[in-house]
Each structure stands twice: as C-alpha cells, then as structure tokens.
C-alpha cells in the first residue's frame, strides 16, 4: 500500500526562523509532489510542486526533494504567524490523475 | 471569479437519508474530484472525473455515486446516508493535480 508520512505536529517555530517541514513516500516509483497548506476550517492551497531531485524556490518557500531517499521536505524563511497552518504533503505515484495519495498533514505554529 | 462552489456548506442528515452533494467551476477545468477529510485521516479521494463524461473510483468510492453533469459540474450523491459518512467534503478542479478546492461542505449523519 502506498503511504505518504508526515509528523502531525505541531511544529512550533518563532517569527523569523525557518519552518522545516518533512515528508517520506514509500513508493519508489513516484513521480511527482505537492505541498498544500490549510488554514484552520478552510480548504487546501496549492503552494508548491517540484518533480525533479534538488531544490525550488518560491519566494519564501523552498521545496527539496530526494528520491534515493524517498524524501520530500518544504522549508518556509523568514516564518510569519500568518504561515501558522497545517501542510499536506501529497505524492503522486504516475498513471491516472487519481493517483495522488495525501499524507495526514503537518500542523504548523509561528510564535510572535 | 467564483472558482470552485460547492453547496451546501453544512448539513446534517439522519442515518438512511439521500442527498445530493453540488459542485461547480468557472475556471473550464477539464479534471473534477471529491475528497473527504476526516480528523487524523489526511484528504482521501472518493471519485474524479478526468473529462467531461468520465468518472473513476477513488481510494473510498463505497456507499458514494458521481455524476459529471457537464465540464462544470461535478456532484456527489449518499444514496442512504451512514454515520461513517460524518465528513468534510471537498470538492476539486484542475487541469491536472488538484489545484483549487471549494469551501467544503460540513456533513453529519446522525
């Protein structure tokens, strides 16, 4: 069975610091990944994709990828408060659109 | 610019009832999804519809039917509601991954 795991948190961090957010997937095979954010009682937004091994930057968010190590992780400079959410990190293993497996989400806390 | 619409935003049902879930996009995606939520569960994905007058099984497809009315809507119908179905439901729209998401619609089946 495919499994995309996150640690749930809550991550707290102070304002100002770097927000590193992790992510492992336990097929080998997959091709793609995604990092949503959710604020509390809404609904996700897509915030970064990256498909290739190393790193992508946007903005304040960098997005890393491994795949020898099945490793997917977002990185948020500068944390504001206003980054205070949880991340869903998803995964999708090729083939159908369908494909896109979700991991539980990782509650973030920016302290002022 | 409306995006992803979905309605209603809360219900609450007894257990054995129907109800239709909408959903509508302005944005001429071809792909829709529904997805539910549930605490400590992450998003799991009931049934997409990669173009208009397709529709395939999600991970959690059972007790659930879709209908792709047209490019723009995407509905979900509990055809005899069970209290395992208490969810947020989330409906989605894209030209690929999921991308934009409604408001969701607060469910409970009493």
């Known amino acids: 069975q495919k499994e995309v795991e996150q640690n749930s948190g809550p991550l707290s961090v102070p304002e100002g610091a770097i927000a590193s957010l992790n992510c492992t997937y336990s097929?080998?095979?997959?091709?793609?990944f995604f990092w949503y954010r959710q604020y509390s009682g809404k609904s996700p937004e897509l915030i970064m994709f990256?498909?290739?091994?190393g790193d992508k930057e946007d903005g304040r968010f960098t997005a890393q990828l491994n795949k020898a190590s099945q490793y997917v992780s977002l990185l948020i400079r500068d944390s504001q408060p206003s980054d205070s959410a949880t991340y869903l990190c998803?995964?999708?293993?090729?083939?159908?659109?369908?494909?896109?497996?979700f991991g539980k989400g990782t509650k973030l806390s920016v302290k002022p | 610019n409306a995006g992803v619409t979905q309605t209603p935003k809360f219900q609450v049902l007894k257990t054995g009832q129907s109800m239709t879930l909408q959903c509508a996009q302005d944005?001429?995606?071809?792909?829709m999804y529904w997805y539910r939520q549930d605490p400590g569960m992450g998003l799991r994905l009931i049934y997409y519809?990669?173009?208009?007058?397709?529709?395939d099984k999600g991970e959690v497809p059972n007790g659930y039917n879709v209908s792709r009315l047209n490019k723009r809507e995407f509905s979900l119908r509990l055809e005899s509601a069970a209290p395992s179905q208490t969810s947020v439901y989330f409906c989605?729209?894209?030209?690929?991954?999921?991308?934009?998401f409604g408001d969701g619609t607060r469910l409970s089946i009493l």
């Open positions: 989605a729209s894209s030209e690929g991954i999921p991308g934009y």
């Open positions: 097929d080998r095979g997959s091709q793609s």
């Open positions: 990256i498909y290739s091994n």
């Open positions: 998803a995964v999708h293993y090729g083939g159908s659109q369908g494909n896109l497996i």
């Open positions: 944005m001429n995606h071809n792909s």
């Open positions: 519809s990669a173009s208009e007058g397709t529709t």
